[in-house]
């Protein structure tokens, strides 16, 4: 239950969000009800549970992890402590679901890879370019984010792509990248890109096994397609 111009201590114990969090764990926890916890407190008219809300209506969980710093401190009742703890938290969510994991997870198929890439690339306001590392068996050994901005051959660098893979050791290799618009269609340039890729990945002895646009409901895979040679 929300209580709306209500004061903090005038809540029932049980809706208060760090006691929730203590007796029943976060899952148990509204997204409203976690964001309050990092807030901490509200502000002149405007309890830590409208806050909350207010940010959440203004950025849902869907575009939250790609708000700056002046989108939060544009709120009333958002200062820079608040935003920059906000921030903080999501970056630190972002690298956990990111970090390498002590199970190796096996992605073979591009629907497969494009559901692992879109949680974090969806509603991004700029290009994205990753690679996913793959040993033999197609086990994901890293996702690393290389560049950022108008992804071409001037901007991805093959030496940056593959220097990786050899630290990694990794057989395979899979290009990721989004469109801000959300189109998955590819351009010209990532045409010429991919083209160039593949051709690097067969003399380096490390196959560029798919390069995939990620949008937010539908993926292009140049592998699915037949865009990826076969040399």
């Known amino acids: ?36 916890i990092l807030l901490r407190n509200g502000c002149h008219n405007k309890n830590v549970y409208e806050l909350a809300m207010e940010i959440l209506q203004q950025f849902p969980l869907s575009k939250i992890q790609d708000c700056s710093f002046y989108d939060f401190v544009s709120i009333k009742g958002i200062g820079e402590v608040k935003a920059l703890e906000i921030l903080a938290a999501i970056e ?18 591009p629907k497969e890879i494009w559901q692992d890439a879109k949680y974090f690339m969806n509603n991004a306001k700029q290009e994205y370019f990753y ?39 990794a057989s395979s290799i899979v290009c990721i990248h989004n469109h801000p618009s959300n189109s998955v269609v590819p351009s010209k340039e990532d045409v010429l890109l991919t083209d160039h890729l593949v051709k690097t990945g067969y003399i380096q002895g490390i196959p560029i096994r798919d390069h995939i646009i990620v949008g937010e409901d539908s993926y292009y895979s140049f592998f699915e397609h037949h865009n990826i040679l076969n040399l």
Do not use: W
């Open 1 to 36: 239950m929300i209580y709306i111009h209500c004061k903090f201590k005038e809540l029932p114990e049980d809706d208060k969000p760090r006691e929730r969090l203590l007796h029943y764990g976060a899952s148990f926890l509204s997204d409203s009800q976690l964001l309050a």
């Open 92 to 109: 630190l969510g972002r690298r956990v679901f990111l970090r390498k994991s002590d199970i190796l997870v096996c992605l073979k198929t």
């Open 131 to 169: 690679c996913y590392y793959f040993n033999h068996k197609q086990e994901l050994l890293e996702r690393k984010l290389l560049f950022m901005g108008t992804v071409n051959r001037s901007i991805v660098h093959p030496r940056e792509i593959f220097k990786e893979a050899y630290r990694l050791s």
